[in-house]
């Protein structure tokens, strides 16, 4: 088993806290024998919907010495896991969770957009020591 990330439990306060219910800490999916194992699945109710709203948080802290080595890790694992919920559960939007301070630091270097813009990734930003959610990229 895969040791959680460091701000693993302040996205899932963060969430529980703009009312999401956390359904899966891990979420884990097979595909062709092979374990992925997300972070956390959450689910929403909509109250025009029957059902509600599904997500897959990967977190990442960016905690390591390189920003850019950390940055290629979270790109690859999301790309992977992107691809495992679209075999698997195609109704789940994949969100990779980063603290503010590396979004603001780091994220929005005109070269680390750009590769957000081409790969289409969907940010949830969150403040770990409020545990609050500040920001939904998408």
């Known amino acids: 088993m895969s040791a959680k990330d460091f701000f693993h ?12 219910l956390i359904t899966h800490d891990p979420l884990s999916i097979t595909v062709d024998g092979i374990e992925f194992r997300i972070d956390l699945g959450a689910e929403r109710l909509l109250a025009a919907e ?7 948080v990967e977190v990442k802290s960016f905690l390591g ?7 290629h890790t979270a790109l690859g694992q999301t790309l992977n896991y992107r691809s495992v919920l679209r075999k698997k559960e195609s109704d789940r939007i994949l ?7 590396i ?11 750009e590769v957000i813009t081409e790969h ?3 940010l949830l930003i969150f403040e770990p020591i409020k545990q609050e959610i500040v920001l939904w990229k998408q």
């Open 9 to 20: 439990n302040a996205v899932r306060l963060a969430l529980e806290k703009d009312n999401w």
């Open 50 to 56: 029957k059902e509600g709203q599904k997500i897959a």
């Open 120 to 122: 289409q990734l969907k």
């Open 95 to 101: 969100y990779l969770a980063i603290g503010y301070e």
């Open 65 to 71: 010495k390189s920003e850019i080595s950390e940055f």
């Open 103 to 113: 979004y603001k630091d780091f994220f929005l270097i005109p070269f680390i957009q």
